[in-house]
């Protein structure tokens, strides 16, 4: 059984949005997973070996239990019967406490939009009897969703990731056909990732999520259920005031 498995659409969108929180849980002794449903085969820069090669850099660097990279169309990921049994079969497979994927908001790009909302949807649907796959039927406690790199919404819970904020760098840096290394001239580029700007919005991005928790960096969340609070002095605490 895996704690904690978070989906993508492509390789890196997971360490994109989530890898602060998936070194966090590591630590904590979770075991944790992502799921990639496509190869990034579709990526103005790399190819989809290049992309794996890359995956596996970043998997080691993340200490994950376990990674499926899934044959979806890269660019072309719909939310299609076909599509969802193979949702279900990776989530009744794993057995995850929780379940990341992309919140239900608007998203620039539309394989974001489908995965999310597949992915919530079998959340629901792995749990049916009726709804067969080769393995028994499971249900996670829970389906949290990420924004895209752009916050539009106050999120409804943020994790504090500043202890692991430049180890969660390190590992998108992983990604080098996708993202500008450090000191590297990107004029001109293609895509806005591939630039510094990218860094600098990631930078702003943790920083935003940090401020409304009073950390210094965090990772936004989004819950259709509200997480159980033990200690609500503890848990509104906030280091940065």
């Not at 360490?15 to 997973?33: D, I, R």
Request: charge should be negative; aromatic fraction near 10%; proline fraction near 7%.
């Amino acid at each position: 059984m895996i704690d904690i498995l978070a989906f993508g659409a492509h390789p890196d969108d997971c360490e994109f949005f989530v890898a602060g929180t998936l070194l966090k849980m590591k630590q904590l002794s979770y075991k944790t997973a992502i799921c990639d449903l496509s190869k990034g085969e579709a990526g103005t820069y790399g190819s989809a070996e290049t992309r794996r090669q890359e995956l596996e850099k970043a998997s080691e660097m993340l200490s994950l239990d376990a990674r499926i990279t899934l044959d979806f169309p890269d660019g072309n990921i719909r939310n299609t019967e076909e599509n969802r049994l193979q949702i279900i079969e990776v989530i009744r497979t794993l057995k995850p406490g929780l379940v990341f994927s992309f919140a239900d908001l608007p998203m620039r790009h539309p394989d974001h939009h489908y995965c999310g909302q597949m992915v919530r949807e079998c959340c629901y649907l792995s749990g049916l009897e009726k709804i067969e796959t080769q393995s028994p039927l499971f249900r996670p406690a829970a389906f949290i969703g990420f924004p895209e790199l752009i916050i539009q919404k106050r999120p409804d819970f943020v994790i504090d990731v500043t202890p692991f904020w430049q180890q969660r760098q390190e590992v998108i840096r992983c990604f080098t056909s996708q993202v500008a290394q450090p000191g590297e001239e990107t004029a001109p580029t293609k895509t806005f990732i591939k630039s510094q700007r990218f860094w600098e919005i990631q930078e702003a991005r943790g920083g935003m999520a940090g401020a409304l928790a009073g950390v210094k960096y965090g990772e936004p969340f989004y819950s259709t259920s509200p997480p159980r609070v033990e200690d609500p002095l503890q848990a509104f605490e906030k280091e940065i005031r």
